[in-house]
């Protein structure tokens, strides 16, 4: 039976993670998609977790991928995700794997799986799939701010209680925070700026710091990566990384002539329900927001510029009612009822050159403390 005449995308979880909630929330919210199956080691955990969900089935890893779903969500720990990811290939679902990943090699095994088998692959990186992000990414490559000249990305969030933190456990975890906050900073170039500019690295500069309780775990960093725009330019990334820090979550992209300012550009916050329970329900919004400012009218020379006043100009963007995590739930059922290979090697790339980008800077970290 071909994709295309599939009326519901079945989708089971290998996990009973808590990335799961939002993901299982963004199902719900589309149509046409379900989760109909979750998997755990600990099959009553399943059971337990099937029976809170409204989820039909419970089972094991292994009988997940024997089970009537036509694709895999996998949001296990890092350096568990890549075997399974290759293994659900290989069983005929199609894959989306919760990022980030432990390197590029790792990526570059779920890839080959997946073209044999014939089955999409994404990355569970929501923000991607907002109107917001295409609409910033398409006025930058349009040229409104000018030559892009640099752009910065902190993703600051306090993770408490470490010792029950995965993320302090480097057999699971080998990248600790950066790997996570170190992913959407890194996204954010290839998301604003593309591909080609963001697959380009000349020089990566880095200081980062380490738990003192747990002294092979990444607790921050900070520094500048440089790109290649051309022959004689390039463009530097500016990114602070620190998950014992206040949260903020911005994105700046400087052009010669003005700037856009994305604030909240991973997790909106009135957006996602990870913030429910200390928001105000009044304070839910789906449509998202980010400042636009012009301060350059025409440039004559390197150093001879003609000045606007400078007056950032909210925009605000429709994003259709729906999350962008729904939105990412979207894409990827389309993908699997068109069999739409070309849309998945075009993810698989940005998923790579994100990777190739926290590799990059992880390198700078190991020769700091390990």
Known sequence: MSNETLETVRIGIISTAWANEVVLDSIRRVEGVEC??????????????????????????????AAPIDAVYIPLPTALAPDWAVRSAKAGKHVMVDKPFTSVPEVERIRPACEEASVVFMDATHFVHAARTHEVRRRV???DIGKVKRLQATYCYPFPK????????????????????????????????????????????????VFKRFSDVVKSAEGVVEFQLNDDERVSFCFVADSTASILMRATIIGEEGYIDVNGFVIPLRQTMIFDHIRDPKDFAVDLEYFYCKSVESIQGEDDYQWTFPTPETVFVDEGGFPQAAKMITEFARMIREND????????????TTQGIVDAVFEKIKEQHF
């Open 36 to 65: 109909t199956v979750i998997a755990s080691r600990d099959l009553k955990k399943a059971q337990k977790y099937a029976e809170d969900n409204g989820i039909p089935k419970a089972c094991t890893y292994d009988e997940l991928l």
């Open 141 to 143: 490559a349009n040229g």
């Open 162 to 209: 470490m010792a029950e933190n995965i993320r302090s456990k480097t057999d699971l975890e080998p990248m600790g925070m950066w790997g996570d906050l170190g992913w959407y900073v890194s996204r954010s170039v290839v998301a604003f700026l593309g591909v080609d500019i963001a697959s380009k690295i000349v020089s990566v500069q880095c200081n980062s710091k």
């Open 341 to 352: 290979l070309e849309s998945s090697r075009r993810w698989t790339k940005e998923t790579i």
